[in-house]
């Protein structure tokens, strides 16, 4: 059995529980002891403080995969990485889902977003959970109760309100900015735009990169993780802000690429298995264990989600349950080949990671499961050595790899960055198809829709396709069209103002200096 690489503590013990913060940014910890007390008592409880930050995006709630930070009637459902694949998975091109209920239907097809959808009440109300409690956290340790190594501590906990942010960001394009300077404050928190939670997320991360430690235990943020996520921000800038920051993305995507020690795994599986936490490519999970982190919104989602006992064998994938709920559909696995023989013969081995007995090629119907192939990729077993099945997944979620790293320089390349070569972006991109077993491709084949689709052959499933189709100019309008895009099997354009998500009803009524997008 794997074991957490942090220490995620029993809460009860130390005397501390989390209050949900949905309508609230001024919700503080209900405490036995005050956090400034419980430091000052026992400075090592900022271990256990630290790890639930680290653990909102991972689990629903402290107490097990019933319990929920945030509120909803299904506690699993509310969970961060589940709100992240639900949101940037589903609403693109690979990945449906056939439940249809209490709106993923309108995610899976992109139709009809409401800003009554819990799911994305779910991510935003996360964003602003994890927000606060970061704040509180770093209000104690900046008014007076030591710590040792108190700046790393600090430096970690900005991180992780950053990776909140980005999410803001990225996905709803508008928000409040709140710090550990507002936790006394009765005002409402005016709206900040895009361009004003960017330069924000962008200053925490140039500040944090000078101070956090270059390694760290595995799971937690060192400089090369915030490096990436600053990489990835400038990667989408022209996105976020109107004007394009290709050459600051380049200058941290090299930094991690010939600073951080990783390594591609030899073999891809190594990145998905339950035995993970061993590839030397992952340079930032979100941890999981079936044991001791129990969660129906961390890999479980993923893996169990992706499984049905009607047509495959679960134990195959360390996995005593199938729910039988998200298939791929031709725009990932036709990637590999445009006809199901075409696929079987590709020399690519991520072309074979989805299940094709019993399924068809063609989803005429998302809400059928034998319609689409089930994407095997992330598996509850080991790699190496033997592996039992549990009911929950430990296999951690890889949120930044290598790979990824290597196709964000040869975007940058493409796109003509300072600092950049197209050879050595070339380089990079075989290394990635060599390990698949995939042709090299050639110089000339080396530009922006090679790259767009070596990503999806890559990264899909991974909680990026989303944003990458808005980067490429590919999600709304009918430059790009995919299985039922726009609620119909072939496909149709969609508007432009799904490029973010409506804001909540919800937060809308918390606060009435946020405004609703466009076109909700």
Partial sequence: MKNLRLKLIGFGLIGLLFASC??????????????????????????GLLSKMYGTFALSGPNGPGSADISGPDPGETAFLRGIINLQDFTADAIKNRWGDDGLDQLTTTKGWTPNNKFFRYLYDRVYYTVPQTNNILKVLKEGVDVPNEEQYISELRFLRSLAYYYMID???????????????????????????????????????GKISTTNTYGRANKSVVRMLLAKLYLNAEVYTGTARYNDAAIYIKKVIDEGGYTLAPNFLANFSGDNNTSPEIIFPLLADAVSSQSYGNTTYIVNGSLSSDTMTLSNYG??????????????????????TALDASPDSRAHLFWKNGHTYEMND???WTNGYPAIKFRNSNLSG???????????????RLADAYLMYAECAVRGATGTTTSQALTYVNDIRDRAGATPITLTELNLDFIIDERGRELNFEGHRRSDLIRFGKFAGNTYIWPWKGGVAGGQAISANYNLFPIPTTAL????????????
């Fill in 22 to 47: 949905v309508n609230d940014l001024d919700t503080k910890p209900v405490v036995e002891l005050s956090l400034d007390q419980l430091l000052a008592n026992d400075p090592q409880a900022i271990e």
């Fill in 171 to 209: 996905c709803f394009g508008k928000g409040v900015i709140v710090t550990e300077n507002d936790l006394n404050s009765t005002t409402a928190v005016p709206e900040s735009n895009r361009t004003q939670l960017f330069n924000f997320v962008e200053s925490e991360l140039i500040d944090i990169e």
């Fill in 319 to 340: 996995a005593l349950q199938g729910w039988g709920g998200h298939r791929a559909t031709k725009a990932w696995y036709g990637l590999f080949g445009s006809t199901p």
């Fill in 366 to 368: 998302y809400k059928i």
């Fill in 386 to 400: 033997g592996s039992g099945s549990t009911d929950f997944s430990g296999t951690d979620f890889p949120l930044f």
């Fill in 509 to 520: 009524q918390a606060n009435p200096n946020l405004t609703q997008n466009p076109g909700y």
